[in-house]
């Protein structure tokens, strides 16, 4: 092989490496652990509040900060589930790098895997209003956050029906 095809290999799979579809970056499910919000960061420090029942699982996940991604199916980057236990609890997000992004929380009080509208609760980054007419889904400029490489601390209120 010439220097000069080994180049142009090495160019093109340096390109092709470039061009990696984005969502491979999604659906990152990890359990949780407080040591990323025991270092640098970047990591969100969420102070879960107004946990009703102390049953179920919380399922946090965080999204990107662009519209496009937030609380659509799959889009979500990172994906913590931890056991409902009391009225408050304290959950360490890891993020993947400083920049936008928006934290949406399921309190599952039934642990059957659906969205019961009138029993599971939720909460969501910056703890925008949720109410029957936006069905729990603020928009993107409501929940968005911006986090350097530091440990960024966080309070979420569960709200439930």
């Known amino acids: 092989m010439t220097r000069q095809f080994l180049r142009l290999f090495a160019m093109a799979a340096i390109a092709i490496g470039l061009s990696a579809p984005a969502h491979a970056q999604y659906r990152n499910e990890i359990r949780h652990s407080v040591t990323p919000c025991q270092g640098n960061g970047p990591a969100v420090w969420i102070n879960v509040t107004n946990i009703e029942g102390g049953s179920g699982t919380l399922r946090l996940q965080l999204y990107p900060g662009t519209k496009a991604d937030w609380l659509e199916n799959g889009r979500w980057l990172n994906r913590i589930e931890v056991p409902a236990r009391g009225s408050t609890m304290q959950v360490c997000m890891p993020v993947p790098r400083p920049g936008n ?12 895997g659906r969205t019961d509208i009138t029993s599971d609760g939720g909460g969501m980054s910056n703890n925008p209003s949720i109410n029957i007419f936006n069905l729990g889904k603020p928009g993107i400029d409501k929940t968005r956050f911006s986090i350097g ?9 569960m709200r439930y029906m």
């Open 101 to 112: 992004y928006a934290i949406a929380i399921r309190h599952d009080k039934n642990n059957n």
């Open 149 to 157: 490489r530091e440990v960024l601390p966080m309070s979420i209120r």
